[in-house]
């Protein structure tokens, strides 16, 4: 299993980047997959989710509005659109899989305990 995270990059505070998660090596609709990310100094935290059908998505209250988590099936791959940028959004953002059913409540998606595989992640710096 393998989950490659790309797209990351410097952006100046109120602009926007897209990450994408690509998925190889198993049955990539079976998963949910969640984005979380890690600031210098701080614990991991869980950024955003979406189910493995791509109906049911979650979101950290700090980017509700703001970011907008999507799948391609056919293509494998997780999106993470990121818009209006801040300096607090710098961080290093990895994406990750969950196998789950298909009633997996999406809201348990938050635990980053649960999650099954990790790629290595990309880099996000917002200068201000």
């Known amino acids: 299993v393998q989950l490659q995270a790309s797209g990351g990059g410097l952006v100046q505070a109120g602009g926007s980047l897209r990450l994408s998660c690509a998925a190889s090596?198993?049955?990539?609709?079976?998963?949910?997959i969640g984005w979380l990310r890690q600031a210098p100094g701080k614990e991991r935290e869980f950024v955003a989710a979406?189910?493995?059908?791509?109906?049911?998505?979650v979101y950290t209250d700090s980017v509700k509005g703001r970011f907008t988590i999507s799948r391609d099936n056919a293509k494998k791959t997780v999106y993470l659109q990121m818009n209006s940028l801040n300096a607090d959004d710098t961080a290093i953002y990895y994406c990750?899989?969950?196998?789950?059913?298909?009633?997996?409540?999406?809201?348990?998606?938050?635990?980053?305990?649960?999650?099954?595989?990790w790629g290595q992640g990309t880099l996000v710096t917002v200068s201000s």
């Open positions: 990750a899989a969950k196998d789950t059913i298909l009633t997996f409540p999406t809201e348990r998606l938050r635990q980053r305990a649960l999650y099954d595989f």
């Open positions: 090596g198993y049955s990539f609709t079976r998963s949910a």
């Open positions: 979406i189910s493995r059908s791509g109906t049911a998505t």
